[in-house]
């Protein structure tokens, strides 16, 4: 698979966590106002195309006031495998909030701050 291609993997699986989430907990300034600040991608192994669907699994890791950082692994979970799973790439993204309208960073609301601090580790 092309490197570009699990940036877009994680991306999906971010937006659809964070702007599902974010609105089912009323903080909706988080589905649109987000900016990528920093991107780290490790590989741990080739993931080839296959028509099953892949496992992304996500957590917020830290909560600044106004940044936040969601943590991934893209994986396979197998029990046959000595560890129970398979581990393709761990990813890190740094967000930060920005208010379109004002064209700057804004700091994180605490509304944002209790629905982040409701999906760290989850």
Do not use: C
Request: hydrophobic share 40%; proline share 5%.
């Amino acid at each position: 698979m092309n490197n570009g291609r699990y940036v877009d993997y994680l991306q999906d699986a971010r937006v659809d966590f964070l702007f599902r989430t974010a609105k089912e907990l009323g903080a909706d300034d988080l589905e649109t106002g987000l900016l990528v600040a920093r991107h780290e991608v490790q590989y741990r192994a080739p993931l080839y195309f296959r028509p099953e669907p892949i496992r992304i699994e996500l957590w917020i890791s830290e909560i600044k006031a106004a940044s936040f950082t969601v943590d991934y692994e893209i994986l396979d979970v197998d029990p046959a495998l000595d560890s129970g799973r398979r581990t393709y790439v761990e990813a890190r993204t740094k967000l930060v909030p920005f208010d379109f309208s004002a064209n700057r960073l804004r700091r994180i609301s605490p509304i944002e701050r209790e629905t982040l601090s409701k999906l760290v580790g989850s």
